[in-house]
């Protein structure tokens, strides 16, 4: 993709330059995301290998229970790190495609070396940021279901069924919580371009949240479609690689025994469809980043001055006769 093409950009146009540079780029972007995919396989197939015992009445000791709730927790620390480390690795070429520049997977992973805690720190401070932000909320919405239950006892009691007040409530209810959740994934996306400011810009932990924050204000809207959008590809390609053995797992369930190998065709398929589909959303992020730059401090213009300001390799010289 030329470097100029940078411009603002609208949604439609946003989420044809995601996937055009997806196309572009394919075996690129599944190359980096195979490696925190190949790295859950062991996981999922134990997961699948449990879940299926359960499923057939085998009760699990309780040793069994807390070493895989002890599994659990390690794999997901484990894989947070693997899979940060693949984000900032994606960013980078996603960045380097972008602008038009050419990148190896190799080359990818190579760009995030010296900034791995960094990545760590943001993604922790996010995730805890986030969902402290979750429980406040969840705090406020539960103050409000206890004023709504409280109007429909007080009705209650009054003697005359209201069947419409109680339809109203149970409306009002459902309401405030896709409210509830909305307003939180909106807030959360304030942090959706920390790790692309993080490693573009090479700023701090603290630092790239702020600018994150600075960079998303006033397009978290759009940002909150993309996500959305290319999170339900994700689920989609999950369903269509996954579901065939899903199926067959939950058929085996009348024979009383699944066969060997489903576990292993699962967490393998998981895999396959995690490194196929889980670059489209970060493709978006990061293209929404340079989106946010261009439109608020004209980094299309930057970038093309700092073109020009780069001298042009010399023509080869012929070999004298």
């Known amino acids: 993709m030329d470097a100029t093409e940078l411009r603002p950009l609208s949604l439609g146009e946003l989420l044809d330059r995601t996937f055009r540079l997806y196309r572009q780029h394919f075996w690129l972007f599944v190359g980096i995301m195979a490696i925190p995919s190949a790295f859950s396989i062991p996981f999922m197939v134990l997961f699948f290998s449990s879940w299926s015992s359960i499923m057939f009445g085998r009760t699990p000791s309780p040793q069994f229970a807390a070493s895989m709730m002890l599994f659990v927790l390690v794999f997901i620390c484990l894989f947070g790190a693997v899979y940060s480390v693949a984000v900032g690795a994606t960013t980078y070429a996603v960045s380097e495609s972008y602008l038009g520049h050419k990148i190896t997977v190799r080359g990818a992973y190579g760009k995030v070396r010296g900034f791995f805690w960094r990545i760590l720190g943001v993604v922790f401070v996010a995730i805890v940021r986030a969902y402290g932000m979750l429980i406040l909320m969840g705090i406020g919405m539960g103050i409000v279901f206890g004023i709504l239950a409280g109007i429909l006892s007080v009705i209650g009691r009054s003697g005359q069924p209201r069947p419409v007040f109680a339809i109203i409530i149970g409306l009002l209810i459902v309401l405030a919580e896709i409210i509830w959740m909305g307003s939180w994934l909106l807030w959360s996306l304030r942090y959706a371009v920390s ?28 940002m909150l479609v993309a996500v959305f959008l ?77 073109s020009l300001d780069t001298p042009a390799p010399a023509p080869p010289t012929g070999s004298p006769a």
């Open 195 to 222: 790790i692309p400011a993080l490693l573009l810009e090479r700023l701090g932990v603290l630092s790239s949240l702020r600018r994150s924050v600075l960079l998303t204000r006033g397009r978290r809207w759009q």
């Open 230 to 306: 290319c999170s339900m590809i994700a689920y989609v390609g999950a369903i269509v690689f996954e579901g065939p053995f899903l199926m067959a797992l939950l058929f085996s369930a009348r024979t009383g025994q699944a066969p060997e190998w489903l576990p292993y065709a699962l967490g393998m398929s998981g895999a396959i469809g995690g490194a196929i589909t889980g670059p489209v959303l970060l493709i978006a992020l990061v293209l929404c980043y340079y989106d946010t730059r261009i439109r608020k401090e004209a980094f299309d213009l930057q970038f093309m001055m700092t």
